[in-house]
């Protein structure tokens, strides 16, 4: 069969069109968005610039401690469940998550074995110098998300004293573990420390290390031996109760709770992530507070 030469184009085309384009379509399927890690140190150079676009410059710092938790908990159970909340919650609400940190406040436990305690000046230098460097690596948002009832006033100071020089990246802290309310009913009213809670968490987080067998070797009761008003603060306030550095019963824990804490915990940081991500206010305002700092007498009321 004759055809002419426009003929003989079209067929060409239509044989082109329909078989040569899709087959090298299905050869390179278009690639979904690979699965990025969680995990700063995981990442290669090229993932993390992936990474920090994805997480829209939003990284967190999951902050433990190295402390004793009762008789019968590592002294790690801090930064452990920290970082278990943090990592699970940052699969759900992609954010870069920053290796292992530890270096806060625990001067009260200095007399018990494995502490490790650095000094005043060290713990805010090493802190700012990290969220400088993270933030120099693309986090303009550095979510903090504290695992150690000791550093409930280094954080809000740390994050206070941002104010002081200008930043081009905003501290948030996250400094909540446990529900109020909700869940299996809890057996201790004392629960503040390797108690009942956070016992518990640990079961879901690293069952592998809980001795629950030596809960009860040791005395987390409250040996209330200070006699001060509620309102007057001394340092020395929580060695005065929980010498043993343990305050409540972890025989009294169950996996039950555990497992409802802990996706407490997770939710909570999400919805954290989700919020700062959303936060557009904070970084402007902060902007025009250090530019108008350095004038005070022109600000107008
Ligand atoms: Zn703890």
């Known amino acids: 069969m004759l055809r002419t030469r426009r003929e003989t184009l079209t067929v060409f085309l239509f044989l082109a069109v329909a078989l ?21 140190e995981e990442l290669t150079a090229s993932d993390f610039r992936e990474g920090i676009h994805r997480s829209q410059g939003t990284c967190l710092l999951p902050f433990g ?31 870069v998550v920053f290796p292992e940190y530890y270096f806060g406040q625990i001067a009260e436990a200095r007399h018990e074995p494995g502490t490790m305690a650095y000094s005043r000046s060290l713990q805010l230098a090493l802190l700012q110098e990290t969220t400088d460097e993270m933030a120099r690596n693309g986090c303009k948002k550095v979510l903090i998300v504290n695992g150690h009832g000791g550093n409930e006033s280094l954080l ?4 206070q004293t941002q104010l002081d020089k200008p930043h081009d990246y905003v501290v948030y802290v996250f400094d909540e573990r446990t529900p109020q309310q909700g869940g299996p009913p809890k057996k201790t009213k004392i629960d503040m420390h390797a108690g009942e809670s ?37 340092g020395i306030w929580w060695y005065t109760r929980f010498p043993n550095h343990y305050s409540g019963e972890g025989a009294a824990a169950t996996k ?46």
Do not use: N
């Open 20 to 40: 040569v384009i899709p087959g090298s379509l299905c050869g390179q399927t278009v690639p979904a968005a690979p699965k990025l890690s969680v995990h700063w």
């Open 65 to 95: 401690i190295l402390e004793k938790h009762g008789p019968h908990l590592p002294l790690g159970t801090d930064l452990l469940d920290v970082r278990y909340a943090a990592l699970h919650a940052a699969e759900q609400e992609y954010a």
């Open 156 to 159: 809000p100071y740390f994050a």
């Open 198 to 234: 956070e016992t518990s968490k640990m079961m879901t987080s690293r069952p592998d290390l809980v001795h629950q067998d030596r809960a009860s070797s040791e005395s987390g009761a409250d040996q209330a031996r200070q006699k001060l008003p509620e309102d007057v603060y001394t």
């Open 256 to 301: 039950e709770l555990g497992e409802f804490q802990m996706k407490w915990w997770i939710d909570s940081v999400v919805k954290a992530i989700r919020a700062v991500k959303a936060d557009d206010v904070s970084p402007k305002l902060q902007k025009e507070f250090y530019e108008k700092s350095t004038h005070p007498l022109d600000t107008q009321p």
